[in-house]
């Protein structure tokens, strides 16, 4: 089924009772067609009732009402009669459906372009309401797929910059990076990606290649900068050597790459998949601090877990 004009939306993200500056459509018999004209409205109830048959391929707004929708989601944000929690749930499902869309993408620079708007969001929601960050990551998917990711590593990142005292432009670029530190896995086989169990070597073998793969489409679009490239191409190297593609250590490995590399196992031992049960926060973090220990910045390490606990106890 062709989805060219349109992009996906979560009905989460959509105000109960109130009528919708943009028109709705849902796939049906491997089409989409209209569900909900503009200026219409749906019930609480419906909603959610929706949302709970929804695998996040249902619905869709035509891409003409991109700007609409952007527009519509960040009134959600700027409201004073919705809940914190809430607006995690809005910011995150609208993030991931814009998300969805840039890492689809062929023109990077556009997306990279188009990506700061969910940076900005993400910054000035654990600005404001920090007490809220840990229901936006706990909010993750059931499963562990690149969008999700992506997302998680995000704002991972983001939080160990501001530990770092990083300022807004720099958060802006660490942002972009770890957003679309995978985008190499675009050139991955989807079975590979998407398999049940643990890699054979020569699928090993692909997978490892998608720092280079990413380097390869980042190089093709002007105006990235060396840094989005550092993290997509270092992020699987090692502080302490060893790691791939080009076994460099320490401080030769980008800053960016040091705080992805960190965020990006987190996030993997952290998160549910089809074929491994979830590592607990604090049992992540002292396997990352224990065995692992050589892989990360010390200070980063440190840094991480400093973050980690201000979530957990908010």
Known sequence: MSTTGFFRIRLTTIRANEPLPFDIFISLDQKIIPYLNKDH??????????????????????????????DYVKQSMNSNLIHNDQKATILRESSMAILEDLYENPDVSKAL???????????KF????????????????????TYN?????????????QA????????????????????GKRMVDLSILC????????????????????????NE?????????????????SWSGGGYPQDISGTEIHPFARIVALTDTYDAMTTQR???????PSEALNLMNGKLKGRFDPEMLKAMYSILFKMDAA
Not at 58 to 64: I, M, Q, Y
Not at 113 to 121: A, F, G, L, M, R
Request: glycine share 6%.
């Open 221 to 237: 679009h002007p105006n990235i900068t060396d840094a989005i490239k550092a993290a997509c191409f270092e992020h699987h190297e």
């Open 274 to 280: 089809s074929y491994n049960v979830p590592m607990t």
């Open 149 to 161: 990711h992506s997302f998680d590593v995000s704002i991972y990142s983001l939080g160990l910059g």
């Open 126 to 145: 654990m600005t404001e309401a920090p007490d809220s960050i840990g229901n936006l990551i706990s909010l993750s998917g059931h499963d562990f797929y």
């Open 41 to 70: 409205s749906l019930k609480f109830e419906k909603i959610q009732s929706l949302h709970a048959k929804d695998t996040g391929e249902s619905f869709f707004v035509a891409d003409t009402d991109k700007q609409l929708y952007r």
């Open 113 to 123: 372009e188009e990506s700061k708007p969910i940076i900005s969001d993400l910054l």
């Open 195 to 218: 398999k049940k169990g643990a890699l054979d070597e020569n699928e090993w073998v692909q997978m490892r290649q998608h720092p280079q793969f990413g380097l390869k489409i980042l």
């Open 164 to 183: 770092l005292g990083f300022d807004a432009k720099t958060l802006e670029e660490l942002g972009q990076s770890s957003l679309f530190h995978d985008v």
